[in-house]
């Protein structure tokens, strides 16, 4: 499969607060490759008014695509770039492409954004759901990973606080019962 992120090699670097578009527009101009996925989001604008923006989908963090046979110590200094994400011994950390590709998939389908604005509540009935059963994430940024229920954020069993896990790590995610799917035992998504 020939697309964006086949022929590059990607990590992450965390830009500087209110900065993600300009370290891609600047790690653009150095022959990087960068992609700043957005997300539609719902913010209060005032008593009673809540207006729909776009924002970053993972905050100051942008990922950028280094050609095999390209230097990567300038990433250090652009404009905009506060740090490469490292992991143990100071070495800069490969996301997957897969990763990449997922999140460019719910891109497209949304039509160049992520809508994370909350769905309208629907009546239903409360969930049976145990601690630490498996689920899978069926919508929102997170969609088709598999999560684990930690617990219950509200007393309506509406919200579920759950362990997502995201680029090789486990994440904490607050998620509705809405966007969340119960795994069988048998590896099959429960009726």
């Known amino acids: 499969m020939t697309d964006q992120f086949s022929d590059r090699e990607w990590f992450a670097v965390l830009s ?42 993972f905050g100051r963090y942008v990922f950028v695509g280094v050609d095999f046979d390209q230097d990567f110590r300038p990433l250090r200094s652009t404009v905009g770039v506060q740090c490469v994400v490292c992991g143990h011994g100071g070495m800069p950390v490969h996301v997957p492409r897969l990763a990449l590709r997922r999140v460019a998939k719910r891109l497209e389908a949304g039509g160049g954004m992520v809508d994370l604005r909350p769905a309208r509540p629907v009546p239903g009935p409360m969930v049976d759901w145990e601690t630490g059963q498996a689920l899978e994430v069926i919508d929102g940024p997170f969609r088709d990973f598999s999560a684990v229920l930690v617990e219950w954020a509200d007393k309506r069993r509406e919200m579920a606080r ?30």
Not at 173 to 178: G, N, P, Q, R, T
Request: net charge positive.
């Open 16 to 57: 500087k607060p209110g900065q993600q578009a300009t370290a891609a527009r600047q790690l653009e101009a150095q022959d990087y490759r960068a992609f700043l996925p957005m997300a539609l989001t719902e913010r209060r604008n005032g008593p009673g008014r809540i207006e729909t923006v776009s924002r970053p989908l």
């Open 162 to 191: 759950v362990l997502v896990n995201i680029f090789g790590r486990t994440t904490p995610v607050e998620a509705s019962v809405m966007a969340l799917r119960p795994i069988s035992r048998s590896g099959r998504n429960a009726a």
